[in-house]
């Protein structure tokens, strides 16, 4: 589904990512772990090119990421929930859903209302429709996030810290959303810091450091069998 | 020296003629320069360098030139140029609506740029274009916060078309320039137009004051 080579990026001088290489097949959730810039976002950014990466080739579902034909293409395909929502603030939460069906996928208003309905129902929140997103809590404003994202039908959804913004009480509440994403099959790739969602619903997790892939395993095997000093190291800090 | 009240009474009608004209100078002005300002601004901070570079050397050209210099461009360098004489009216919105646009260019220009990075990355995330994203998206958020240096570029237009004067055209200034030639009313006659500019500067000073209050009190929506 997303095949990643030799993937450079640098900001001005600084390195950030040096080398990834890695396969994400169809229904397969992945999550990535790392500490603070190990380049975890950086690539998950880079998988929709959000980030221009400055070496390399990224193909998702066949396309390659390069030309804004393909990128745009690319984009409707793969979804994205960025860590601090990101919701359009002066748009109704249906109108922030039904937005980018209606101009991009060029369907009609009754289409996209009954698909954000749904969408709303999914996520729990079919009652706050004609609210707008300041009224809503941090973890109500991210499940709004994932049905926006997933009106446009991606085939792929990215999440760049999608919890990493929220009071601790809400945490719960958006991963429970996105388990029953993966238990229907989405393919997901998940930057994040929550250890018992790596280990209940990731089928592989990649740890990073210092903008490479140090280590890359099944939960079970990662979380109890670290092979590399550095991500024993890593585990120990944060478990 | 007597004040004459009567010579008040007299012109006064002709003068608030004469600022109907100046109100539909202005106007018509920042509207186009809203057109102008708004391509400009975003031309300013475009990711190519040819369109940066044009909407730069306008914005710095317009900015860096006085008003009267501009108006005297168009209506009197521009048509030996072009071969035919340009009409006051035209000149006048013409060198006013380009001298507005890159005042607008800038403030448009700052409220784009005020607008979280997020938006535009959420908004190209779900496969919209730029131009979408900008569209649905950063504008309509950047057109509230702008509103009060809008506001402010609109009292600057309405004062500085008093310079199109120069070429003739019958606005406020004109009008009471032409009313004291005939009457030598120099004191009285300036006084009013000065008041009717007063009046209008400060009715329209009060009409952003309220859009802004109102927009504050329903921010985001």
Avoid at chain 2, 42 to 54: A, Y
Wanted: glycine share 8%; charged share 20%; aromatic share 10%.
């Amino acid at each position: 589904m997303i095949s990643i080579k030799q993937v450079h990026k640098y900001f001005g001088k600084l390195h950030v990512l040096k080398g990834i290489d890695t396969e994400i097949k169809e229904k397969e959730v992945v999550v990535i772990i790392g500490p603070s810039g190990s380049g975890k976002s950086t690539l998950l950014r880079c998988i929709n090119y959000l980030e221009q990466y400055s070496q390399g080739e990224i193909i998702v579902d066949g396309i390659p990421l390069t030309g804004e034909a393909n990128i745009n293409k690319i984009r409707t395909e793969v979804g994205m929930v960025f860590q601090r929502f990101n919701l359009f603030p002066h748009m109704t939460v249906l109108a922030n859903i039904m937005l980018s069906p209606m101009k991009v996928r060029k369907i009609t208003r009754i289409e996209a209302e009954k698909i954000a309905h749904d969408l709303l129902k999914k996520v729990g929140l079919s009652d706050k429709d004609n609210a707008y997103p300041e009224q809503l809590s941090g973890g109500q404003q991210q499940r709004v996030a994932i049905a926006r994202a997933l009106a446009m039908r991606p085939k792929v959804m990215l999440f760049d810290e999608p919890t990493s913004a929220l009071d601790p009480e809400m945490i719960n509440e958006v991963l429970d959303v996105m388990k029953t994403l993966a238990n229907e099959g989405m393919t997901m790739v998940v930057v994040t810091h929550e250890m018992g969602f790596a280990r209940e619903v990731g089928d592989r997790v990649i740890f990073m450091d210092e903008g490479r892939i140090i280590e890359e395993g099944t939960p079970t095997d990662f979380f109890t069998n670290a092979r590399e000093e550095r991500t024993k190291n890593f585990l120990s800090k944060i478990l | 020296m007597e004040f004459n009240f009567g010579l008040i009474a007299q012109s006064f009608p002709l003068l608030l003629a004469g600022a109907v004209v100046t109100i539909q100078i202005t106007a018509l002005s920042v509207g186009f320069g809203l057109l102008i300002g708004m391509f400009a601004g975003m031309g300013r901070i475009s990711k190519l360098w040819f369109v940066r570079f044009i909407s730069t050397v306008y914005v710095d050209f317009i900015r860096g030139t006085p008003l009267l210099v501009q108006i005297f461009l168009i209506y009197f360098a521009l048509p030996m140029i072009v071969g035919t004489r340009i009409n006051p009216f035209v000149a006048a919105i013409t060198a006013c609506s380009i001298n507005s646009g890159a005042y607008i260019a800038e403030i448009f220009r700052a409220g784009i740029q005020s607008i979280d990075k997020g938006q535009m990355e959420a908004g190209r995330s779900l496969g919209m274009s730029w131009g979408q994203t900008m569209y649905y998206v950063i504008l309509p958020q950047a057109f509230k916060r702008i509103i009060p240096p809008l506001g402010n570029e609109f009292i600057a237009m309405l004062k500085d078309s008093s310079l199109v004067s120069v070429i003739g055209f019958e606005e406020l200034t004109r009008r009471g320039q032409l009313i004291i030639a005939r009457t030598y009313g120099a004191f009285e006659i300036w006084m009013t137009v000065a008041v009717i500019y007063l009046v209008m500067t400060l009715t329209i000073s009060r009409l952003v004051d309220y859009l802004e209050r109102r927009y504050k009190i329903d921010d985001k929506h």
